[in-house]
Each structure stands twice: as structure tokens, then as C-alpha cells.
């Protein structure tokens, strides 16, 4: 049964740093594309970044891009997200989720209609930034 759980989720200052952890079960993270979306109140969720299966590259959207790293520990089936420079805009409830189907990971993994082929979601850990 493959299962994802988030943590590390957190109240922080602007300019603050969080690193958010999916711990994986049913599944090693290198044989799935993983990604982390994010869904404020009010607001479509928004993908944020994106390790490929294959080659393990990672892809993010703009708005995090030198901000954020993704990186998996296939040993203890965990893909973190390190967030540095937080700013209120990333405050947000944030989800992991993982797909067999995708290999490399593209903007069409975190686009609108990317979002609907991942098949497995975990429960989101929620980060505030406040100003």
C-alpha cells in the first residue's frame, strides 16, 4: 500500500527556513516522479517542485526557484523540501505526491493539468510566513 506522509511544517518570520519531509512507505521514492504542490485558502493548489524517476532531476516553478531544493535519501524512502528566504506568499498547506507514470519531470508535472496524473497524495503539512 503506498502511503506518503508529510511533516515539518511550521510558523515562520519572513526571510525564515523550513525543510518539509515526505516519508514514503509502499514504494521506493526512486521508482516514482515525486512533487511537492502547495494549496493556500481560497486558491487552486500550485505545483512547487518535482523530482524525476529516472535521472532525478529537479524541476521548480518560478516563483521558487533559488529558494527551494528538492532532494530524496532512497535509504530512509524520504524526499525533502528545503525552503530558504520564506515570504508570506508561501504560506500555504503543502502536499506531497507521487506518480509511477512520470519519469522525467517537466512544468507540465506541476501545470493544472499535470496535477491530475498523480495517483498518490499525502494529508499536507501546513507553513505560515508572516511578515
Known amino acids: 500500500q503506498v502511503q506518503l506522509v508529510e511533516s515539518g511544517g511550521d510558523s515562520v518570520q519572513t526571510g525564515g527556513s523550513l525543510t518539509l519531509t515526505c516519508r514514503v512507505s509502499g514504494f521506493s521514492p526512486h521508482t516514482y516522479a515525486v512533487a511537492w504542490f502547495r494549496q493556500a485558502p481560497g486558491k487552486e493548489r500550485e505545483g512547487v517542485s518535482c523530482?524525476?524517476?529516472?535521472?532525478?532531476?529537479?524541476f521548480y516553478t518560478d516563483s521558487v526557484r533559488g529558494r527551494f531544493a528538492i532532494s530524496r535519501d532512497n535509504a530512509k524512502n524520504t524526499v525533502y523540501l528545503r525552503m530558504n528566504n520564506l515570504k508570506p506568499e508561501d504560506t500555504a498547506l503543502y502536499l506531497c505526491?507521487?506518480?509511477?507514470?512520470?519519469?522525467?519531470?517537466?512544468?507540465?508535472?506541476?501545470?493544472?493539468?499535470?496535477?491530475?496524473?498523480?495517483?498518490?497524495w499525502g494529508q499536507g503539512t501546513q507553513v505560515t510566513v508572516s511578515s
Open positions: 505526491a507521487a506518480e509511477a507514470s512520470i519519469h522525467y519531470c517537466t512544468d507540465y508535472s506541476l501545470s493544472a493539468r499535470g496535477i491530475r496524473e498523480y495517483d498518490y
Open positions: 523530482i524525476g524517476r529516472e535521472d532525478g532531476r529537479q
